[in-house]
């Protein structure tokens, strides 16, 4: 067996932003539609790409808050 | 026969080919372990779990069929979207904790978590079997990925002879596979990684250059196809299929053997918390790669005459390769077609890994050589690997592929019926192994007769509460029912059975 690993994180309260992406997937009916376009990609494709990069974000955010 | 990118694809094949050997002195290890050979020693850091996770979970399935469902059946295909979003929550908040446990115990396989957790062998076969069936059609159709990219080369025949190409790259997988263990499709990860991601950038800037800006790929969809069709009033029709494929793919995504064996393969939990920051990136490059459905549209190649023939044999599988011949000229087109035909060799021998670690650890030493030295189970795995990509190449070759695309939906759902011997017992303790086995039974058979009501064609099943319809994946509504008979069994009988006597219990 290797190593054993660091101890565990402490758990912050910024675990809560993680039920964002999900609220957000979720509620279709929010982004099922054309407009506001941007860059051309009508509302419901480019507001998706931008989830992605969101939850990324969220997922940064909680890492260094717990670390 | 389109000599340029035939070209430049075998040699890009034979460049990763001897990196594929070369990966055996990596970090070199004890090969003759399983959680070397298996694992590859449990060291992989942060940046190798990266290309590791993400060759696993975009295969070359993933980039033709993806946008091909786009080109086909428009807005729905992007559900693909959302389902990378919410792995990732996912991954950071559960998977940490399961790493520790296998970490802890020693365990390669969640039949081994489970096994240890409730101490009940038939509940831990249960598990074995259903990641075995649920990975092999997923094996199988990595390989339609790659008889895409060969046959829209040119290359193809009837018989044998067009499925020659497929079987040497298969034999060349299975050699180094058997060799050098996970450090392999590690490695070769990176080239294929790069070469995706210069593809996909060219793609992506070149095509909407052409046409002038995006605008005009999203304009060539038709109204019907660009969103998803609005629900009448008693039903949530397209809204709740849309987020339930998206929520019961993220669920069972993490529990196919193969990402298991990549996430138990990083060295430490924040290994594995910051890839759910740094995998998104891959999202990205999926999400443009959906797009290359719309842009196929845009540039009517399924109109073309000189791709009727690709269409013809291959569906609308054929829209990327056709996409990519149409605007690239041939030596560009044999790096794409490199880059998929690699993002199939990378998954499935992460896959066969996997399954063959089930084999050798749940299967061998759990039923029939209790007490089977590592060598002896490294063996047993080796051999497993090789029958497991022998069978799912025959299986490719003799069983006609939409019979293959419905065995791996029916594979999704049974797969995720596993969810709460291997996640739930994390959490609660008051599980029993009795009690998960007959959830996982109801599960798995309600899943089976929902798919069955629908000739096995249909993710979506629809059930009706009070006057409003509910379509939603199937692997959901069966999920729903074996976390309500596991739970319900598990409180009824408590009362006549002993606590479980699995060790991690008391360790945890």
Same mark, same amino acid.
């Given at each position: 067996?290797?190593?054993?690993?660091?101890?565990?994180?402490?758990?912050?309260?910024?675990?809560?932003?993680?039920?964002?992406?999900?609220?957000?997937?979720?509620?279709?009916?929010?982004?099922?539609?054309?407009?506001?376009?941007?860059?051309?990609?009508?509302?419901?494709?480019?507001?998706?790409?931008?989830?992605?990069?969101?939850?990324?974000?969220?997922?940064?955010?909680?890492?260094?808050?717990?670390? | 026969?389109?000599?340029?990118?035939?070209?430049?694809?075998?040699?890009?094949?034979?460049?990763?080919?001897?990196?594929?050997?070369?990966?055996?002195?990596?970090?070199?290890?004890?090969?003759?372990?399983?959680?070397?050979?298996?694992?590859?020693?449990?060291?992989?850091?942060?940046?190798?779990?990266?290309?590791?996770?993400?060759?696993?979970?975009?295969?070359?399935?993933?980039?033709?069929?993806?946008?091909?469902?786009?080109?086909?059946?428009?807005?729905?295909?992007?559900?693909?979207?959302?389902?990378?979003?919410?792995?990732?929550?996912?991954?950071?908040?559960?998977?940490?904790?399961?790493?520790?446990?296998?970490?802890?115990?020693?365990?390669?396989?969640?039949?081994?978590?489970?096994?240890?957790?409730?101490?009940?062998?038939?509940?831990?076969?249960?598990?074995?079997?259903?990641?075995?069936?649920?990975?092999?059609?997923?094996?199988?159709?990595?390989?339609?990925?790659?008889?895409?990219?060969?046959?829209?080369?040119?290359?193809?025949?009837?018989?044998?002879?067009?499925?020659?190409?497929?079987?040497?790259?298969?034999?060349?997988?299975?050699?180094?596979?058997?060799?050098?263990?996970?450090?392999?499709?590690?490695?070769?990860?990176?080239?294929?990684?790069?070469?995706?991601?210069?593809?996909?950038?060219?793609?992506?800037?070149?095509?909407?250059?052409?046409?002038?800006?995006?605008?005009?790929?999203?304009?060539?969809?038709?109204?019907?196809?660009?969103?998803?069709?609005?629900?009448?009033?008693? +039903?949530?029709?397209?809204?709740?299929?849309?987020?339930?494929?998206?929520?019961?793919?993220?669920?069972?995504?993490?529990?196919?053997?193969?990402?298991?064996?990549?996430?138990?393969?990083?060295?430490?939990?924040?290994?594995?918390?910051?890839?759910?920051?740094?995998?998104?990136?891959?999202?990205?490059?999926?999400?443009?790669?959906?797009?290359?459905?719309?842009?196929?549209?845009?540039?009517?190649?399924?109109?073309?005459?000189?791709?009727?023939?690709?269409?013809?044999?291959?569906?609308?599988?054929?829209?990327?390769?056709?996409?990519?011949?149409?605007?690239?000229?041939?030596?560009?087109?044999?790096?794409?077609?490199?880059?998929?035909?690699?993002?199939?060799?990378?998954?499935?021998?992460?896959?066969?890994?996997?399954?063959?670690?089930?084999?050798?650890?749940?299967?061998?030493?759990?039923?029939?050589?209790?007490?089977?030295?590592?060598?002896?189970?490294?063996?047993?795995?080796?051999?497993?690997?090789?029958?497991?990509?022998?069978?799912?190449?025959?299986?490719?070759?003799?069983?006609?592929?939409?019979?293959?695309?419905?065995?791996?939906?029916?594979?999704?759902?049974?797969?995720?019926?596993?969810?709460?011997?291997?996640?739930?017992?994390?959490?609660?303790?008051?599980?029993?192994?009795?009690?998960?086995?007959?959830?996982?039974?109801?599960?798995?058979?309600?899943?089976?007769?929902?798919?069955?009501?629908?000739?096995?064609?249909?993710?979506?099943?629809?059930?009706?509460?009070?006057? +409003?319809?509910?379509?939603?994946?199937?692997?959901?509504?069966?999920?729903?029912?074996?976390?309500?008979?596991?739970?319900?069994?598990?409180?009824?009988?408590?009362?006549?059975?002993?606590?479980?006597?699995?060790?991690?219990?008391?360790?945890?």
């Amino acid at each position: 067996m290797a190593t054993p690993p660091a101890p565990e994180p402490r758990w912050h309260w910024t675990r809560f932003l993680f039920i964002l992406p999900f609220i957000a997937m979720f509620w279709v009916s929010s982004y099922n539609r054309v407009e506001p376009a941007l860059f051309g990609f009508p509302f419901f494709y480019w507001y998706q790409l931008l989830w992605i990069v969101l939850a990324a974000a969220i997922a940064g955010i909680v890492y260094k808050a717990e670390h | 026969m389109n000599w340029p990118a035939l070209t430049v694809f075998i040699a890009l094949f034979v460049f990763v080919t001897g990196l594929g050997f070369a990966a055996a002195r990596w970090r070199a290890g004890d090969l003759s372990l399983l959680s070397e050979w298996g694992l590859g020693g449990r060291r992989f850091g942060t940046f190798v779990t990266w290309f590791l996770l993400g060759g696993d979970l975009y295969t070359a399935y993933t980039f033709i069929a993806v946008p091909a469902l786009i080109y086909g059946a428009g807005a729905v295909g992007f559900f693909a979207i959302p389902y990378t979003v919410i792995i990732y929550p996912i991954l950071y908040l559960v998977f940490p904790r399961l790493w520790r446990l296998a970490h802890r115990n020693g365990y390669v396989t969640s039949s081994d978590v489970v096994l240890g957790r409730y101490g009940n062998r038939w509940l831990a076969l249960a598990v074995a079997i259903t990641s075995l069936v649920a990975t092999m059609p997923y094996i199988a159709l990595q390989l339609v990925g790659m008889q895409v990219v060969i046959g829209a080369m040119g290359v193809q025949g009837d018989g044998l002879i067009g499925d020659l190409p497929l079987i040497i790259a298969f034999v060349i997988l299975a050699a180094f596979t058997y060799t050098s263990g996970l450090r392999a499709p590690a490695m070769i990860a990176v080239v294929k990684d790069v070469l995706i991601y210069i593809v996909v950038i060219a793609v992506a800037i070149w095509i909407p250059y052409k046409l002038g800006g995006f605008a005009p790929v999203f304009s060539a969809v038709p109204p019907a196809k660009l969103l998803l069709t609005p629900p009448a009033a008693d +039903t949530y029709g397209s809204y709740s299929a849309y987020a339930t494929l998206a929520m019961g793919s993220a669920l069972a995504l993490f529990l196919y053997p193969h990402s298991m064996t990549a996430i138990l393969s990083s060295s430490s939990p924040n290994a594995i918390r910051r890839n759910a920051a740094l995998l998104p990136a891959y999202s990205l490059v999926l999400g443009l790669l959906a797009l290359l459905g719309f842009m196929a549209l845009a540039l009517h190649v399924g109109g073309n005459p000189a791709y009727a023939d690709g269409f013809k044999r291959y569906g609308n599988n054929f829209a990327v390769p056709a996409l990519i011949l149409e605007t690239f000229p041939g030596w560009f087109a044999g790096i794409a077609f490199a880059a998929i035909a690699i993002g199939a060799l990378v998954p499935s021998a992460i896959m066969s890994i996997a399954c063959a670690n089930i084999v050798s650890r749940n299967l061998y030493k759990g039923f029939l050589r209790p007490n089977a030295t590592g060598a002896e189970q490294t063996a047993v795995a080796k051999i497993a690997s090789l029958v497991i990509k022998a069978g799912a190449l025959v299986f490719i070759i003799f069983v006609p592929v939409p019979f293959a695309i419905q065995f791996q939906l029916l594979g999704g759902l049974w797969m995720s019926q596993v969810l709460p011997s291997v996640i739930l017992g994390l959490y609660l303790r008051m599980l029993n192994g009795w009690a998960l086995l007959a959830g996982w039974a109801v599960g798995a058979s309600l899943g089976t007769w929902m798919a069955y009501t629908t000739s096995f064609k249909a993710a979506v099943f629809t059930v009706t509460v009070l006057g +409003t319809s509910f379509p939603s994946y199937i692997a959901l509504w069966a999920l729903g029912a074996n976390i309500i008979v596991s739970v319900v069994l598990s409180v009824l009988l408590k009362p006549f059975v002993a606590p479980a006597a699995g060790h991690a219990i008391a360790a945890d």
